[in-house]
């Protein structure tokens, strides 16, 4: 009877444990549903950019906007480029929509903010969350 309880205790940790471990969605395709969902974004006087060796979004975003919490605009208007910000490569060519322009439509405002706020989300799923992050994410989407 001993080694029956034993042997229960055990296979219920095991699976604790490779639950804990694991994930409920793969980090892409979270990115990806959450620009699916967001397609408003107004690309008149759009510009691009070519991923060079060493940049990160942040820095792309810093420099087109003056801004780095922006790079999720960035990412949601290059979709078919990037899905992950974790994975950008030289030579993808990003698209970088007119900030201004966006913010001054409605409907182009909607998809940034849900974009920001959803990226906010996903960082809060993370194994170790960047809460200053998270704030940032949201403090520019109730900027909006």
């Known amino acids: 009877m001993k080694k029956i309880v034993l042997a229960a205790i055990l296979i219920i940790s095991v699976m604790l444990a490779v639950s804990c471990k694991s994930t409920p969605k793969d980090m892409d395709e979270r990115y990806r549903n959450l620009y699916d969902a ?59 929509p007119d900030l201004e322009r966006n913010k001054a439509s409605a409907n182009s405002r909607r998809s940034m903010k849900n974009c920001l706020n959803g990226f906010a989300n996903i960082e809060k799923t993370k194994e170790k969350p960047n809460q200053a992050l998270i704030d940032g994410f949201r403090k520019r989407a109730d900027d909006l």
């Open 38 to 96: 967001n397609t408003g974004l107004d690309f008149t006087g759009a510009g691009v950019y070519t991923v060079k060796d060493g940049d990160t979004l942040s820095d792309i975003s810093r420099h087109a906007y003056n801004d780095g919490f922006y790079y999720p605009v960035i990412m949601l208007a290059s979709r078919g480029v990037v899905i992950n910000p974790d994975k950008i490569k030289p030579g993808m060519v990003l698209t970088i």
